[in-house]
């Protein structure tokens, strides 16, 4: 234990100024400043969806169908005569839930990994990092691909077992099935990138001579890890967090694309682009609004990332 | 050198293999049995007899423990052998050998085009840091890092047939075909805005060098300060990204492929995806992280190469 008056010193020092001037300086970068709002509106807009859209998304009216936009319809309509807008508000759900959800989970075993193979070394780290590397050296695509085929069948039997067990209709939803899968897959090869930066954070500031001095003037480690290492350790992450749930949102509806991620009558902005694709010659604002919202964001998201990154690590970028 | 080399090989191989039973096992533990996924595709007239199964799995060798079998799935590869194809029955080598040159060829331009057009901008960039070019081409190359291949294409074809009367090419015809022009843009975006990042980066830390300011100080003219001083070095950081970018054009060769229809790779692995085509999936998945692990096996050997200062560090390891 350190001793008292020791704390009490280290506590008088304001740590917020950092995060004040990483703060001001991000309000300084007109691109993030417009990354951050577009981010904020999709995620109100994703929020309160249900609230919002002028329709139902499922609700067929084949009077209207492939309707160009208008007043009634802002995006018009698709080949069944459903709302594209409504169908779009939801797709923008589906992107937030799967890119939170993975990115929760993928930063969860990226941390466990990286912190234990920085803080350990020897053959544990060299065993994780071997590990880490080989994932990343799997074309993330294919990789998601075989996972996803395989997690199918057991997954899918799981979920009617526990139907016969507990007679739950929730069970036979087989949109759950659906995101478990995506989540299961993408979670699985999403997370290596995150155990790399926290181990390399974790190294390099194990080493630093405020972390020395702090241990020479006698704070525990717990002390140490708390107030010097995750402080320090979190700026990178929390850039690499904001770009990864873009590359997330982008993963997802690039399966949902190829008919692997989340399936119809679900909207996933990826297969409300791959619909989009087969008649885009005739009908172009099927395939331009799921395509322009999934670009808008993605670039939002990227913009953030940049900002972000140049914000909290001012070294790195003068 | 030779024996790092040396060593840096015999480190690959043991990747490699655990790649290789890693994807294995997932479809061999996730797909199921495959004698009777071929029995559940086939037409109606053939009867589902257990037994019948049951002696076509031990012909098989499907009734061996695990590993055994991965042994035998890797010794076929090694002689070209990659079983065959759930639905068509065709052997999936003949498939994947009649598309990979149309992908390889296309990648390889992109890789070409990537280097070719990035790394000058890349400089041009950094060489003006904090002005209107920089901030151009650096937004610009964070939006195209931003879109996804099957967005950018579409958008562009629609842009396209605005402006073409001809209608939009579509289809393959070799790399010196007309078509393959836009595919090939598209596939090279991606790429092209990560190596711009990266160079304009590797040129801006080289840029404080005191070789540079020296050289500048001489008067030596900025063109050939850019050529002799800051190209080579920026090189090196450079060509590490290889296989990241290997990664890029694989991805995004899947959906180009599909998009602008080239009978591909990328086609190859929707069309077995969509058909739940095990031996196909595995295939392609296996070549792509096997491309990939060359690259960064590439990078390896190339890098002391390159910056003869990291020999000396390689020796110590």
């Known amino acids: 234990m350190a001793p008292a008056n020791l704390t009490a010193f280290v506590d008088e020092d304001p740590p917020v100024s950092l995060w004040r001037d990483a703060w001001h300086r991000l309000f300084r970068n007109k691109l993030a400043v417009a990354g951050l709002v577009i981010v904020i509106f999709l995620a109100l807009v994703a929020m309160f969806g249900p609230w919002l859209t002028p329709y139902d998304f499922l609700t067929q009216n084949l009077e209207v169908r492939n309707q160009a936009p208008s007043l009634a319809h802002l995006f018009g309509t698709d080949d069944l005569g459903r709302d594209v807008l409504s169908r779009v508000i939801y797709g923008t759900r589906t992107a937030f839930v799967v890119a939170i959800v993975v990115t929760t989970v993928a930063v969860a075993i990226g941390v466990a990994l990286g912190a234990i193979a920085g803080y350990y070394g020897g053959l544990l780290d060299r065993t994780i990092m071997w590990f880490t590397d080989m994932t990343m050296s799997v074309p993330n695509l294919l990789l998601v691909v075989v996972i996803n085929a395989s997690l199918k069948t057991p997954v899918t039997a799981w979920m009617e077992a526990q139907y016969q067990a507990t007679l739950n209709p929730f069970y036979r939803q087989t949109v759950w099935v659906d995101f478990l899968l995506v989540f299961g897959s993408m979670a699985l090869i999403s997370w290596p990138p995150y155990a790399r930066l926290v181990r390399a954070q974790v190294l390099s500031i194990r080493g630093r001579p405020y972390v020395t001095a702090a241990r020479a003037l006698g704070l525990t480690n717990r002390l140490i890890i708390m107030r010097y290492i995750v402080p320090n350790a979190v700026g990178p992450l929390i850039v690499s967090v904001s770009a990864g749930l873009g590359t997330a949102m982008v993963l997802e509806s690039a399966f949902s694309f190829l008919g692997v991620g989340v399936n119809p009558p679900t909207p996933s902005w990826g297969n409300m682009i791959s619909d989009g694709l087969r008649v885009w010659q005739h009908y172009p604002h099927l395939l331009a609004a799921p395509a322009a919202v999934l670009g808008l964001a993605t670039v939002a998201f990227s913009f953030l990332g940049d900002g972000l990154n140049d914000a909290l690590n001012p070294r790195g970028s003068k | ?317």
């Open chain 2, 1 to 317: 050198m030779l024996r790092y080399i040396a060593t840096r090989l015999l480190l690959w191989i043991p990747s490699v293999l655990l790649v290789m039973l890693a994807v294995y096992a997932m479809a061999f533990y996730g797909a199921g049995d495959p004698i009777k996924l071929i029995f559940l595709r086939a037409p109606g007239d053939v009867a589902y007899n257990p037994e019948r199964i049951e002696a076509i799995r031990e012909a098989a060798g499907l009734n061996r423990p695990f590993l055994l079998q991965f042994g035998s799935y890797v010794l076929n590869l090694v002689q070209g052998q990659f079983g065959n194809s759930l639905t068509s029955g065709r052997s999936v080598w003949a498939m994947v050998s009649a598309a990979a040159p149309v992908s390889f060829k296309l990648g390889l331009c992109a890789i070409v085009l990537t280097a070719v057009v990035a790394i000058p901008l890349g400089m041009i960039a950094a060489m003006n840091q904090n002005t209107k070019i920089d901030y151009w081409i650096l937004g610009s190359a964070l939006f195209l890092w931003a879109i996804p291949a099957y967005v950018a294409g579409p958008l562009l074809m629609v842009l396209l047939i605005l402006v073409l009367p001809g209608g939009v090419p579509y289809g393959w015809g070799g790399v010196f075909d007309v078509r393959i022009l836009l595919p090939l843009l598209v596939l090279s975006f991606q790429p092209i805005a990560l190596i711009v990042r990266q160079t304009r980066a590797a040129v801006i830390e080289i840029l404080s060098e005191d070789f540079v300011r020296t050289a500048r100080a001489k008067g030596v003219p900025e063109m050939v300060v850019a050529f002799r001083h800051i190209l080579r070095p920026v090189l090196t950081p450079v060509v590490t990204q290889l296989g990241l970018i290997m990664i890029t054009i694989v991805n995004g060769a899947i959906f180009v492929e599909l998009v602008f229809g080239l009978p591909g790779l990328g086609r190859l692995t929707v069309s077995a995806l969509t058909n739940s085509d095990y031996p196909v999936i595995l295939a392609i998945t296996l070549i792509g992280s096997f491309l990939v692990m060359l690259s960064n096996l590439l990078v390896d050997v190339l890098y002391p190469l390159l910056d003869p200062r990291a020999n000396d560090t390689m020796k110590s390891r």
